[in-house]
Each structure stands twice: as structure tokens, then as C-alpha cells.
């Protein structure tokens, strides 16, 4: 079985549930049913790790958060979360970050963004010509930052090879999305049911 290597991208300002909920659903995905299954890694289908600039970072609320590897250490990624929150408002002119997203961008399996994450896929030229969502009240920024985005109002979750989503819970959503493509619909349901998220 391949174990997929999930990276969730932290920053100062981070929405917690934007990737808390994300890491959730992947960590607890199993390809066995059962509360007995989540009690090893035996047959988890994708190892969920956190990646960041710096050594520890604010998340919203205060909550501090220190990060499992750094730019320069982590392994090889096959899947990207980009979460959301205030703090991707600096992200916008960050060069350093744009950079390190578009150079993952171009080597992971599946790119993704939860909440106004869209917004630093957006400034990094990675969304051009798709169709893409974030929060309701970053629509109309998603839409200056790249005209070129078909941006879609009414959609929780959006699939234009690069995946974004709503605002924050919508990421368990598009997380478990990404898991019944991968998996089935079997696994993405018992997924749910385990953390007692009922799917849209």
C-alpha cells in the first residue's frame, strides 16, 4: 500500500480548523473499518505531517503550534494542503512563500487549498485559467488577484486539478472528497462516521 505524504502548510495566522480538520480526516482515514483499526498506522493510506518557515507559529485564537518540519527538512510531499486565515493576507507578497509553494506545486500529486488559501495559490500564478472557490467573504479578492479564475460562488468544494474549497469546515470536506477519489466512497463514509462528520 502506498502511504500517500500529506504536508499541511502553517503560518502565523492560520485558521486552526482549516488545518486541524484537514489533518483530521487524513490521520484518521484507515482502509480497515472499525475504532480498532485507528489504534496502529497498519493500514493508514496517508502519513499527515505539518510544514513550516519557522520553528513554532500563532495560530488564530493564539493557539501555538510547533510545526513538524521546517523548508529545509521535510520529506518529499505527494499531497498540499494550503489552509487559510488573516495570515495569508502577507503571504500575498511573500516571494519566499510564493516560491516554496510553486516549486511544490510542480512535483506533488495533488495540490489543494482550504478557506482563502486560495488566495496565495491565486498569487502564485497556480490557479491561471481554472475554476476554484475560498470563504464567502474572499470571493470577490480571489477573483482581482487572477481574473483568470472562474470563481465558483456556490461550490463547497472545487476539482480543476489543483482542489480548493471553502471556508474552514469545508475542508473536511474537500478532505474527504480527496479521500473517496483515492479510495472509494466506502472509506471516505466510515471516515466520517468515525469522527462523526456528517458529509454534504
Do not use: N
Not at 13 to 40: I, K, M, N, Y
Not at 64 to 88: K, M, N, Q, W, Y
Not at 99 to 114: G, H, P
Request: net charge neutral; glycine share 8%.
Amino acid at each position: 500500500m502506498k502511504r500517500r505524504q500529506t504536508a499541511i502548510l502553517l503560518f502565523d495566522g492560520v485558521e486552526l480548523l482549516d488545518f486541524a480538520g484537514p489533518f483530521e480526516v487524513f490521520s484518521r482515514t484507515r482502509l480497515t473499518p472499525g475504532v480498532e483499526s485507528r489504534r496502529t498506522d497498519d493500514t493508514a493510506p496517508f502519513r499527515v505531517f505539518t510544514v513550516a518557515r519557522t520553528a513554532q507559529i500563532t495560530a488564530t485564537g493564539g493557539v501555538r503550534i510547533l510545526p513538524d518540519f521546517r523548508f529545509d527538512d521535510h520529506p518529499a510531499i505527494d499531497l498540499l494542503v494550503v489552509p487559510g486565515g488573516f495570515g495569508t493576507r502577507p503571504l500575498l507578497e511573500d516571494e519566499t512563500m510564493l516560491d516554496w509553494i510553486r516549486d511544490r506545486a510542480a512535483r506533488v500529486e495533488q495540490l489543494t487549498s482550504v478557506c482563502t488559501g486560495a488566495l496565495v495559490l491565486a498569487r502564485a500564478g497556480l490557479l491561471q485559467g481554472r475554476r476554484a472557490t475560498t470563504h464567502w467573504g474572499a470571493l470577490d479578492l480571489l477573483a482581482a488577484i487572477d481574473p483568470t479564475v472562474t470563481v465558483e460562488r456556490e461550490r463547497r468544494v472545487v476539482h480543476d486539478r489543483v482542489i480548493t474549497s471553502a471556508g474552514v469546515a469545508a475542508g473536511i470536506d474537500m478532505a474527504l472528497d480527496i479521500v473517496e477519489r483515492l479510495h472509494g466512497r466506502a472509506v471516505a463514509d466510515e471516515t466520517a462516521r468515525y469522527i462523526e462528520f456528517q458529509r454534504r
